[in-house]
C-alpha cells in the first residue's frame, strides 16, 4: 500500500501545536506497519540548520494558483523509513512562522495543488492522499475537479483528518477564481453559508473523514462543538470516522529523556522522580514541603480552561496545593500567573513562553498535571503527562475523555464534567487526598498511568484497516 500524507507540520520539523506532534508520529508507524510512506510538507524558513543541511534536491515544476503559474522546487529526506518531501516558494514559505499571514488562503492552496503535482516527477503512485487540516483541504478538492482522468490519480482515495474545527480558512465568494482556480460553475464545493469554506470543501470532496478522538467525533455534531459546521457533518456522518491519535513512546520516555534532569522507569519511579520534582521547584520557586504540585503547560488560549482556574487559583493554594505554569498567550493569563507567583511566593511560579525542556520537566517533575480544557480535538499532554506519571486532572471532552479514566483502584488519573471552577477543584481535591491518603494508592496509579499505553502501534493498525477499507469502496 503506498499512502501520499500531506500535512501543513509535522514533528520534529516544525510543530506549532498538537498537531504537528500528530502529523510526524503517523506516518513512520505506518511504515512499520509495511506501508510505503511519503509525506509532504511546505518548505518554510524555520526549518532549522539540522534538517535543511540533510535535503536534497530532486526537481523544480511550476504550480498552477488562480490564473498565474508559480515555482516550487521540491526536497527530500529520508527519516525513520519514510520519504519526506519539502516543497519551496519562497515567496510563499521564506518568512518567519508558520500560519497567520493575510494570504495564507493561497498560500495553502498553492501548497495543496503543489501536493498533486509532485506526482507528475515522482515514481509513486499512492492508494491513499491523506490530508492534515484546513491547510490541505483544497487537494481533495482540487483532486476531484482536475486529476481524476489522469492515470496515477483515477483510482486515489482520499481521506482528510480534521484536527481542530474551530481551525477553518473561510474567505469571500470573490477570490475562488483569483486566488483558488476553481470556476463559479463549481463554487458549490467550497460556498457554506454564503462563503468559502475550504474545511466544508475536503469534507464534500474526501471519501472518509477522520477526527483524533471517538468522543470529539461525537461532539462535531453537536451546535455546542460544531463550530458551524455541525448540520453539515450531520448530512456527511456516514464519512465520518474516528481513531485516537497518539504520542511517539520512544521521544516521551522518562527512562532515556534528556530534557530530564534523573531518568526513570516504572519499576523505580520514586528517586528519579523525586529529583526531578525538586529541579521543578527550584526552578519554579516552590517551597519544599508535603504539598503535591500541580504542573501546567499550554498556550494561554481561551479554550485552554484556563478562565476557569484563575477564579480558584487561590483556593488552590490555600488547600494544600504548589502551582507550576509554564504558557504564553492571552495578555490577562500572562499577567495573572505572574502576579499570583509574585504574591505566592514559594506557593506558586510562572514561567512564560515555552520550551521543550520546561515542559518536560513539568510532565517529570509534578504530582499532578492539569488540562481543564473547554474543548480538546485529542491532545498529547495528557498522553505525555501519562508516561511520565504525573495524574492527570481533566474535563471530560474530546480526547482527554479517551484517555483518562477516574476509577478507584482502577484509574488513571481524574476527571470532572462541567465547565465550572468548583467541579475542577473537586477533582483537584480527590486528587489530593488519594496522594496524602499513605495507603500505596497514589504510587499505584502512577504504576497504572505510566503504563498506559498512548503510542502509534495501535492507531496505525486502525488506520490500515481504515486505508483498506476505504480502497475497497467503488
Known amino acids: ?90 515567496y510563499y514559505f521564506k518568512r518567519p512562522g508558520l500560519y497567520g499571514f493575510y494570504d495564507d488562503g493561497e498560500r495553502f492552496a498553492f501548497f495543496s495543488r503543489a501536493v498533486l503535482e509532485l506526482l507528475f516527477h515522482t515514481g509513486i503512485e499512492p492508494n491513499i492522499l491523506h490530508c492534515n487540516g484546513w491547510q490541505t483541504a483544497l487537494a481533495p478538492v482540487y483532486l476531484n475537479l482536475y486529476y481524476r482522468r489522469i492515470g496515477k490519480f483515477a483510482g486515489m482515495k482520499t481521506i482528510f483528518t480534521i484536527h481542530d474545527i474551530r481551525r477553518q480558512y473561510t474567505a469571500p465568494t470573490g477570490i475562488l477564481e483569483g486566488t483558488f482556480g476553481i470556476g463559479r460553475e463549481n463554487m458549490h464545493m467550497l460556498e457554506y453559508g454564503g462563503e468559502l469554506n475550504l474545511t466544508k470543501g475536503a469534507i464534500e470532496a474526501s471519501d472518509l473523514v477522520s477526527t483524533l478522538s471517538p468522543s470529539y467525533a461525537g461532539e462535531l455534531l453537536d451546535p455546542a462543538y460544531g463550530c458551524g459546521l455541525d448540520d453539515f457533518l450531520q448530512k456527511k456522518r456516514r464519512k465520518l470516522r474516528s481513531i485516537l491519535g497518539g504520542i511517539d513512546i520512544s521521544d516521551y520516555n522518562p527512562l532515556t529523556d534528556p530534557h530530564i534532569p534523573s531518568n526513570y522507569g516504572i519499576d523505580d519511579v520514586s528517586g528519579g522522580k523525586s529529583a526531578c520534582k525538586k529541579a521543578l521547584r527550584r526552578e519554579f520557586g516552590l517551597a519544599e514541603d508535603r504539598a503535591p504540585v500541580v504542573g501546567m503547560a499550554a498556550d494561554f488560549t481561551e479554550d485552554r480552561g484556563l478562565d476557569i482556574v484563575m477564579p480558584v487559583a487561590d483556593e488552590m493554594l490555600d488547600l494544600g496545593f504548589q502551582l507550576a505554569v509554564t504558557g504564553s498567550g492571552d495578555e490577562k493569563c500572562e499577567k495573572f500567573f505572574t502576579e499570583l507567583a509574585s504574591r505566592r511566593r514559594g506557593e506558586a511560579g510562572a514561567r512564560l513562553g515555552s520550551s521543550e525542556a520546561l515542559t518536560r520537566l513539568i510532565y517529570a517533575g509534578s504530582d499532578i498535571f492539569l488540562m481543564p480544557n473547554k474543548t480538546e480535538p485529542c491532545g498529547f499532554r495528557q498522553m505525555a503527562a501519562l508516561r511520565y506519571g504525573a495524574a492527570p486532572v481533566v474535563r471530560e471532552t ?58 502509534w502501534t495501535a492507531a496505525a493498525a486502525n488506520y490500515m484497516d481504515m486505508y483498506r477499507r476505504v480502497i475497497a469502496l467503488s
Not at 401 to 424: K, L
Open 398 to 455: 474530546g480526547g482527554l475523555s479517551d484517555t483518562v479514566r477516574e476509577n478507584s483502584g482502577q484509574g488513571n488519573g481524574f476527571t470532572f464534567s462541567a465547565y465550572d471552577s468548583w467541579d475542577m477543584l473537586s477533582a483537584c481535591l480527590r486528587a489530593r487526598d488519594l496522594y496524602h491518603d499513605g495507603g500505596g494508592g497514589w504510587a499505584s496509579l502512577v504504576r497504572r498511568a505510566m503504563r498506559c499505553d498512548n503510542g
Open 1 to 90: 500500500m503506498e499512502i501520499l500524507f500531506a500535512a501543513s507540520e509535522a514533528r520534529p520539523f516544525f510543530v506549532s501545536d498538537s498537531d504537528g506532534v500528530m502529523t510526524g508520529g503517523l506516518p513512520a508507524a505506518l511504515h512499520r506497519r509495511g506501508a510505503a510512506v511519503c509525506a509532504v510538507l511546505p518548505l518554510y524558513e524555520d526549518l532549522s540548520a539540522y534538517w535543511r543541511e540533510k535535503l536534497k534536491f530532486v526537481v523544480s515544476f511550476t504550480v498552477p494558483v488562480g490564473w498565474r503559474n508559480q515555482y516550487c522546487g521540491m526536497f527530500e529526506l529520508h527519516w525513520r523509513g519514510v520519504t519526506w518531501y519539502f516543497l519551496d516558494n519562497e
